[in-house]
């Protein structure tokens, strides 16, 4: 048999080829016009869950509380003896608020501790009842060291919280404490005071209270000097308690911001011991922070705005923090609990361990986490930066030469 000719062979391969590349093309555009398979999309990432997110923002950002009468509660049940009254131990038997391992569940990262002597004491009574308060509060954190640690600047507390402890501040709770004596106040700064609430309950000899007479229209010329000196020495001025003018004359004269420790909104319930919507706006002007107490009475009011008692909720903290934010914004509004210095918490926050239920309250409604920072500690602890700022500035000022108001005589 004859061989093809080497030419015609090659054109056949090349029709041969160019059939198969036809039939290749034609089940290529068969392909491309079917219906694609499904493709497996890649899962989205799982939301974290609230109580995660709520343990994450505790580990990172020290919840600030402004205000715990613990100390109050060992000087009244136990004579200041800390093996009478335990911490280590529940004190939930005690009905009381505040124990160490509710610390640990509630993530608290830094407490202010009331050095709280009654109003009804002398001056020179009241001076005593502080140092043994403060005394306490340094005693409370030798005995437990793994869990407490004494701080005095913003930069101590945050550096308390990173190890684990809770950053343990001092703050004295009405004017009287000073024994009327500005002398007296330096040497309390001294001893580790870092905030003063300028009235309790009375009105005294250079300040009005909220909840008493009127005497001097709000701060006295001392009264002012009292603020002046504060800001001269880097303690934060505290509003909480004062009358309206009082509060006013604090914000006019204060050149460093101020704190309401434990505080609410007056607008949400009309309450003498709560912020008025005018000096909220003075207050955004001068950099501070309201933070909201827990306290029932002060939280919820009854019929027409008047004050009432009991049946406070969680939620009723959160109207108060919503009206404050929405005023003045989220920047001046924080945590003030006063636990241990009530009878009855609000329901949902009975104790030091339910702060983490408050926080993914504000979560759960929208606030954003760096908005919940602010309100659980980062609002609190500028003030604290901004008052240790103000010392810095007025470093070069003499202190007040100003006689004290209760002048103690030497005997004959």
Not at 5 to 25: F, G, Q
Not at 106 to 134: C, D, K, M, N
Not at 162 to 172: D, F, N, P, Q, Y
Request: proline share 7%.
């Amino acid at each position: 048999m004859r061989r093809p000719a080497p030419r015609a062979a090659a054109r056949r391969a090349l029709s041969a080829l160019s059939a198969l590349s036809a039939l290749s093309a034609l089940s290529a555009l068969s392909a491309l016009s079917a219906p694609l398979p499904a493709r497996a999309q890649p899962a989205a990432p799982a939301a974290e869950p609230l109580a995660a997110r709520v343990a994450r923002l505790l580990r990172e950002t020290p919840l600030t509380d402004g205000h715990n009468d613990l100390p109050w509660q060992l000087r009244k049940r136990a004579r200041n003896q800390l093996n009478a009254l335990n911490i280590g131990e529940s004190t939930a038997p005690l009905k009381m608020h505040t124990d160490l391992a509710r610390l640990k569940e509630g993530g608290v990262g830094a407490q202010f501790w009331s050095v709280y002597v009654p109003a009804g004491l002398g001056p020179s009574e009241a001076l005593q009842a502080t140092l043994e308060q403060i005394d306490v509060v340094k005693r409370l954190a030798r005995r437990f060291p793994e869990h407490l640690t004494l701080a005095t600047t913003a930069a101590e507390a945050r550096a308390a919280h990173r190890a684990g402890r809770v950053a343990s501040l001092i703050g004295m709770e009405g004017g009287h404490s000073t024994a009327h004596s500005l002398g007296a106040l330096r040497q309390l700064y001294a001893l580790g005071a870092r905030y003063m609430t300028l009235t309790h309950t009375k009105t005294h000899l250079w300040a009005d209270s909220a909840t008493d007479a009127p005497r001097h229209g709000g701060l006295s010329p001392f009264g002012e000097e009292v603020v002046r000196e504060m800001n001269r020495l880097g303690m934060v001025v505290d509003l909480s308690h004062v009358s309206p003018d009082a509060m006013r004359d604090a914000l006019r004269v204060s050149r460093a911001p101020v704190l309401f420790t434990h505080s609410g909104a007056r607008a949400v319930c009309d309450h003498p011991r709560n912020v008025p919507d005018d000096v909220l706006d003075a207050l955004k002007r001068n950099g501070g922070v309201v933070m909201v107490v827990f306290l029932p009475g002060y939280l919820r009011c009854g019929a027409g705005g008047a004050p009432g008692e009991g049946g406070a909720t969680l939620d009723d903290v959160v109207r108060h923090i919503d009206h404050i934010k929405a005023r003045v914004g989220v920047a001046h509004v924080g945590l003030g609990g006063d636990y241990d210095g009530m009878d009855e918490a609000p329901h949902g926050l009975e104790d030091v361990s339910k702060y983490p239920a408050l926080l993914a309250a504000l979560l759960a409604r929208g606030y954003s986490e760096e908005e919940v920072r602010a309100v659980m500690g980062e609002n609190a602890l500028r003030v604290l930066e901004g008052a240790e700022a103000a010392a810095r500035a007025l470093a070069g000022e003499e202190p007040a030469d100003v006689p004290p108001l209760h002048w103690v005589e030497p005997a004959p």
